[in-house]
């Protein structure tokens, strides 16, 4: 797994009129930036038009005179409304691949245009075709004969070093969401805590990314209180116990900043005690792609290998089971940081997981260069209601806040069709979470649904403050850490869709833009 690859073979191509592919996919984005790719095709797009007012809307089949016979043929529709974004040219190659392999094409090749208001076009074009691409990893393995749905894509452009850089960037931004795709869509026996141990030591075996692992729920009870108190039931079976994963990442020479990155990964989330009734329990193998993105962002560090930062990550892996070992509300735990946490609802175990190694991660950060903490997590149902699916909500904390962290983020993921939208945390989340009997420091959690909570994604960011310690590490400190609180859970993916790998992109293209060559 060390030489990790996508689904199929990329290949730079110069030239149209190569016998090798049985299909031309074109995405034009109708303006003058497209037209010379469009040249040798015009004759035919013409004609069919005058046959088909909705030509290229929806992915058209066309035939050509040239050894590949085929066109497919799809248009990004309008790029110049207040609203249009980056997403029209990934959402019109993915329809033109799903098309081309309907019609049977086995070696497509797809013309990528750059565009002047949208300036990775090219690669978020091709990051649509390889998302279309990509075979789950059950499939592959249960079903040899389905890994692949083509043989080959050759990738188009007029400028060949452009080409290179861009199919060298796109192969590591999409292979860390291949993995996180792996991780997070991977069913809940595939990708129990243990399997994603085995799935993450093959993947790093050899590679630039260092792995160590906690599996002792000695060690847990210890130094992660946390962790182990949802950990308890499913410790009662081997292959459903808990990991917390870490994996780092040290470049060579000078460094001027650390990050540290902490996922949550809930293989399966019954609820626990305070069990998911009404149907609503379908889905929650999904509850660990927070922790399946941060082993994709390391997979495309370790494919970018950036100069100057030193990423620090970990993974909680734990499976929210019921049980008579299970924890139960109104359980006072000490936390790593001392605080006592009276626990409040057993189904809020994304941010108890988490909470501990986040401490951790605070006590590094207080020695490290320049360092930024984060909580990346499929954390709540109102994070989904507040802004829909498809986007990633981020929230920073004071020091975040005062460089203009969340924005900047949100700008760098807009240019990949990496979407995010910004939230506050406010007194009322540090207050909903402060001590509501004497002896407790931090309440976890009231017992309603965050979708039915007042601010039921931005108290989550606050409890994870508090829990951890690092409410006092704030402005008014004397040592501030900066500190981002990310929900992913309008943007991972839901079953059926296979997970997006969400943030991944967006947290490449902000801080590890410019500490790479292509």
């Not at 004969?145 to 749905?149: A, D, L, N």
């Given at each position: 797994?060390?030489?990790?690859?996508?689904?199929?073979?990329?290949?730079?191509?110069?030239?149209?009129?190569?016998?090798?592919?049985?299909?031309?996919?074109?995405?034009?984005?109708?303006?003058?930036?497209s037209e010379k790719h469009i040249d040798p095709f015009k004759s035919v797009l013409n004609k069919a038009s005058q046959l088909d007012k909705a030509l290229g809307v929806e992915a058209s089949v066309l035939e050509i005179p040239v050894p590949a016979r085929r066109l497919i043929y799809v248009h990004t529709g309008p790029l110049n409304r207040d609203y249009d974004d980056a997403r029209n040219f990934s959402d019109a190659a993915k329809k033109g691949v799903e098309r081309a392999i309907k019609a049977g094409v086995t070696a497509p090749l797809l013309v990528v245009s750059p565009h002047p208001s949208y300036p990775q076009a090219e690669v978020v074009t091709l990051l649509g075709a390889l998302e279309a691409l990509y075979v789950p990893?059950?499939?592959?393995?249960?079903l040899p004969?389905?890994?692949?749905?083509i043989n080959t894509l050759g990738v188009f452009a007029s400028d060949v070093k452009r080409l290179q850089g861009i199919i060298k960037e796109t192969i590591a931004l999409e292979s860390g969401r291949y993995v996180a795709r792996d991780i997070g869509g991977g069913d809940p026996e595939r990708m129990a805590p243990p399997r994603v141990e085995s799935y993450v030591r093959q993947l790093f075996n050899e590679s630039s990314i260092m792995v160590e692992v906690i599996d002792n729920h000695k060690v847990f009870e210890k130094e992660y209180p946390l962790f182990a108190a949802v950990n308890r039931a499913a410790n009662a079976v081997e292959r459903h116990r808990g990991r917390i994963i870490f994996l780092t990442y040290k470049p060579d020479g000078a460094v001027d900043q650390t990050l540290f990155l902490v996922g949550k990964g809930i293989t399966y989330d019954t609820g626990g005690a305070d069990i998911k009734a009404g149907g609503i329990m379908a889905g929650m193998s999904r509850d660990k792609c927070g922790a399946a993105a941060v082993a994709g962002f390391m997979q495309t560090v370790n494919k970018l290998k950036p100069k100057g930062i030193v990423i620090e990550a970990a993974m909680c892996?734990?499976?929210?089971?019921?049980?008579?070992?299970?924890?139960?509300?109104?359980?006072?735990?000490?936390?790593?940081?001392?605080?006592?946490?009276?626990?409040?609802?057993?189904?809020?175990?994304?941010?108890?997981?988490?909470?501990?190694?986040?401490?951790?991660?605070?006590?590094?950060?207080l020695n490290a260069v320049n360092p930024h903490l984060m909580t990346i997590a499929t954390l709540t149902g109102h994070a989904v209601l507040s802004v829909g699916s498809g986007y990633t909500i981020l929230m920073d904390n004071g020091p975040a806040k005062s460089v203009d962290n969340a924005k900047k983020i949100q700008t760098a993921g807009e240019h990949y069709a990496d979407m995010f939208e910004i939230s506050t945390i406010r007194r009322e989340d540090f207050a909903f979470h402060a001590g509501k009997s004497e002896g407790d420091d931090v309440h976890q959690c009231n017992n309603l649904p965050s979708s039915r909570t007042p601010r039921g994604h931005q108290t989550p960011a606050a409890f994870l403050q508090l829990a951890s310690g690092l409410d006092k590490n704030g402005i008014d400190s004397d040592k501030p850490l900066k500190f981002t609180h990310i929900d992913v859970a309008g943007a991972a993916g839901d079953l059926p869709n296979e997970p997006t790998g969400a943030p991944i992109i967006g947290l490449t293209a902000h801080f590890l833009k410019g500490r790479y060559t292509l």
């Open positions: 797994m060390s030489g990790h690859t996508l689904p199929c073979a990329l290949r730079e191509e110069t030239d149209l009129t190569k016998a090798d592919y049985d299909g031309i996919i074109l995405v034009s984005s109708l303006d003058a930036a990893l059950q499939v592959r393995e249960e004969e389905k890994k692949t749905k892996l734990a499976r929210n089971s019921v049980g008579e070992e299970c924890y139960v509300a109104d359980e006072v735990i000490v936390a790593r940081s001392k605080a006592r946490v009276r626990v409040g609802n057993t189904d809020a175990e994304g941010r108890m997981v988490m909470a501990d190694v986040l401490c951790r991660a605070k006590e590094r950060a």
